[in-house]
């Protein structure tokens, strides 16, 4: 009789189980559809070059750039530092030397009327770049500013389909290092989808030098800032909203595949949960 008894308990046990699991049901699969967005949306990264002699540290902490971060806070923006330290002499010393920030590219040896040929004269700024984007990628865009945006060109024409836009600010086009130059119009025009800013009052890199570098992108954003000058613009320029914009458009897409690929996996694992308790009712 006891037997008989623990034997009818268990069926008890499995139907009040299964009606306390389908009374759950609706919740899990709000938590099933709600939980992967949450843990698949993670920041989209963009990787900034400095200015020559300049180094990510100082970048990051310029104005332009802080009022880019603060009105893109669904992106991380990553400072490099780029391969060639400035090396200085100390007054005093000959022996002891500090670095006043790095270069992407180093002067030609023989001087501005001397360009260099070689297209490998970056290599060190090269390798460093490819060692964030290993470590730190994958990378939605890039950005860079005045030498950072001469470098710009050359490094997505050597590492295409790397990023998904560019940025660059008051760039210019590498007459002193024609081999560099070379790689840049061998793949030009660049299908990345690109921006190109240069402000008027801009009296180290003149607009119409930066203006030289838009044959290097297929169909660039091209934007002259009236009031701006030799430095990525800040929110009291008046095109800073277009260079937002420019940004969000570009992870628009992006965006979306994210959220469709949430989707799949929300209706994979709720199968999985009905199935279950399917399985449980038989």
């Known amino acids: ?15 009040k189980l299964l009606l306390l699991a389908q009374q759950l049901l609706p919740i899990l699969l709000l ?6 967005s949450c843990v698949l949306a993670e920041k989209k990264k963009i990787l900034c070059l400095h200015g020559g002699g300049g ?3 100082g970048f990051a902490a310029s104005p332009g750039m802080k009022d880019l971060e603060r009105a893109l806070p669904d992106f991380e923006f990553v400072y ?26 180093p002067d030609p040896p023989g001087g501005k009327k001397e360009p260099t040929q070689d297209p490998a004269v970056s290599q060190a ?17 890039i950005l860079g500013y005045s030498q950072g945006a001469a470098y710009v060109p050359f490094y997505v024409s050597m590492r295409p389909n790397t990023f998904e836009f560019a940025l660059m600010f008051c760039g210019y086009p590498t007459l002193t290092h024609l081999g560099m130059l070379g790689v840049v119009q061998d793949s030009s025009p660049n ?25 290097f992108f297929e169909s660039p954003l091209v934007v002259e800032s009236d009031q701006g000058d030799h430095a990525v613009p800040g929110t009291d320029d008046p095109t800073f909203d277009q260079v937002v914009s420019f940004i969000e458009s570009q992870s628009d897409g992006a965006s979306d595949d994210s959220a469709g690929s949430s989707s799949s996996t929300s209706i994979v694992i709720a199968c999985l949960i009905m199935l279950g308790f399917a399985t449980l009712s038989i």
Request: no cysteine.
């Open 80 to 105: 490099a530092n780029a391969g060639y330290p400035v090396v200085v002499e100390e007054e005093y010393s000959k022996k002891e030397e500090n670095s006043a920030g790095y270069l992407w590219i």
């Open 191 to 215: 299908p990345i989808p690109s921006l190109i800013w240069m402000g008027v009052n801009d009296f180290v890199i003149p607009p119409e030098f930066t203006r030289e570098t838009i044959p």
């Open 125 to 141: 700024s090269t390798v460093t770049l490819d060692e964030i984007v290993a470590s730190d990628g994958p990378f939605a865009g």
């Open 55 to 57: 180094d990510g540290e």
């Open 1 to 15: 009789m006891q037997k008989e008894r623990a034997k009818s308990a268990f069926p008890n046990s499995s139907r």
């Open 31 to 36: 938590l099933v559809g709600f939980l992967p």
